[in-house]
């Protein structure tokens, strides 16, 4: 396993834990406050699946992109 693929890996874990991390630690740190942002409405809004449904989206969306130079 190469070391990017490591580290997308570990940031895809991060997002899943606290969602946005994953991407802050790729450096997309607008990207990162939008996940936090939209997972803790969707935790207090509805309570539902949808916010388990952003968890999953925030730690793909940390895996597929692209590492910082």
């Not at 802050?24 to 699946?49: A, C, E, K, P, Q």
Request: net charge neutral; glycine share 14%; with cysteine.
């Amino acid at each position: 396993m190469k070391d990017g693929e490591k580290l997308a890996i570990g940031a895809a874990g991060l997002s899943c834990v606290v969602p946005g991390l994953g991407q802050i630690v790729h450096g997309s740190y607008v990207v990162g406050g939008f996940w936090m942002l939209m997972t803790t409405f969707f935790w207090y809004s509805t309570r539902s699946w949808l916010a388990i449904a952003v968890h999953v989206l925030s730690g793909a969306s940390a895996y597929s992109e692209p590492l910082s130079p």
